[in-house]
């Protein structure tokens, strides 16, 4: 019954998006979601009334196919009028920010009153973010582009900084947000390609799966309000 949690980030995005709104995809990379997940994106951009990614990379903001306004920028400093989103979304992102206070900061700015962020990102506690976060870097690029067939360039070095319930609820009450959804949920098998390996996963993700060691799970997906 696993899924991958790009399917309910999909589900939560489409949920707060309205017809009109105008949207700002922090870190939006080549895709808003990705390729597999169907023609969603399609729909979101054609639901909004204005689409605006931000992201470092020209190099992967030039292969986006959906969004028509790109910025190359900060993520921690967005250049954008104050009050001039309605939404602004990061599927994946959070974990390499290094400073959340400024980051929420200047999402809050950019968002009109009653605005919402929706993030997608990895649970420090759960226990293959726990063992990733302390390989090189390096060797975590290649293991990445070999279980998840992501190229070397698409892949940051990660901070996990705003990356549990604790933190991102007291950031969130620091930075004039209101909690709105916090979800913690179990992603799809990742050693999938490694045969037999993926029988141990599975047992483990079936224990995360109980109420009581859900803290524990893959991933988060959270919407802020703004104050």
């Not at 696993?2 to 922090?26: F, I, M, N």
């Not at 997940?37 to 009334?49: F, I, L, P, Q």
Request: with cysteine; glycine share 8%; net charge positive.
């Amino acid at each position: 019954g696993l899924r991958s949690t790009q399917y309910d980030y999909r589900d939560v995005l489409l949920h707060y998006l309205e017809c009109g709104s105008a949207w700002l995809d922090v870190g939006c990379g080549h895709a808003i979601f990705p390729d597999w997940v169907g023609d969603s994106a399609r729909t979101a951009v054609e639901t909004a009334g204005c689409v605006v990614g931000i992201e470092y990379g020209i190099h992967s903001l030039r292969q986006h196919a959906l969004i028509r306004n790109r910025v190359v920028g900060d993520i921690e400093c967005a250049p954008f009028r104050p009050r001039s989103f309605d939404l602004v979304t990061a599927n994946m992102v959070v974990e390499h920010i290094r400073n959340p206070e400024r980051f929420l900061e200047n999402v809050r700015a950019a968002l009109r009153p009653g605005g919402f962020f929706i993030a997608h990102t990895p649970n420090i506690r759960n226990y293959r973010v726990r063992l990733a976060a302390l390989l090189p870097q390096g060797l975590k690029n290649r293991l990445i582009g070999w279980l998840e067939n992501r190229h070397e360039e698409d892949v940051f070095p990660t901070l996990y900084r705003m990356n549990s319930e604790a933190a991102i609820r007291d950031l969130a009450s620091g930075n004039g947000f209101r909690v709105v959804e916090f979800r913690s949920l179990n992603s799809s098998a990742s050693t999938i390609v490694l045969g037999p390996v993926v029988i141990a996963e599975l047992l483990v993700t079936r224990l995360l799966n109980t109420r009581a060691l859900a803290s524990y799970r893959s991933n988060l997906i959270v919407v802020l309000q703004r104050i």
